[in-house]
């Protein structure tokens, strides 16, 4: 074989192989496949977030820091209203503990659960999503900027925790805002996420409250 007819082959043979490594290269992801798994692959988070709690009497906001284990443990620290400031709940898989400095100095007890107030994180909306059946789904345009909108069913949430919709960004994959509602579709629970990171990592003294580690 002659050297030109070499490489015509190896020319011939390259371009078979381009070819049909394109036809097989995997197709780019669509924002809800890479929202998805995001969502799924997450073991924990931490946050700061503005909570609006909003009842027919009128509105409460608190400025807040959570971390979250998708197992189920969480903290949560108040950062604002002043007044609430240092006021720290951590649930550690088995028990709800409430540390107050502004009590008594400092006063750390046992508080019953509270169904609500788990509602506001970011996994028990994550498991009444995966839950639910026929949730919807929508795209959100907001000052040029794409968003994903889901939607859960809250099982057991009663007349004032039926429904949740999560907005997540296209770009960056987070959530921004969390909405809870009533039976009626008026808003009872805005989450608006200032900061978010996936897959923190977590020391499981965080999930522990004493009075050396509560400040």
Known sequence: MTGAK???LLFILATGCFLTSCSFKEKSKSPIEKIHEKLTS???????????????KGENTYKTKQHYKMTGEYRLEILAPENLQGLVTVYDGQKLI?????????????????????EIFLGAFLKNYLQSEGVALEVFN?????YTVLEAVIPDG??????EKLWISNKSLNPVKLVIYDKEGKERIIVEYLEFKYN???????FRIN???SM
Do not use: W
Not at 42 to 56: H, K, L, P, Q, T
């Open 98 to 118: 409430q540390y107050n400095p502004r009590i008594l100095g400092e006063v750390i007890t046992e508080q019953p659960e509270s169904e609500s107030a788990n």
């Open 42 to 56: 997450m073991e924990n988070y931490g946050c700061i977030a503005d909570v609006r709690f909003i009842s027919n």
């Open 6 to 8: 070499k490489l015509l």
């Open 158 to 163: 009663g007349k004032y925790l039926a429904t």
């Open 142 to 146: 907001h000052n040029s900027e794409n």
């Open 211 to 213: 009075k050396s580690n």
């Open 200 to 206: 923190v990592n977590l020391d499981e003294s965080v």
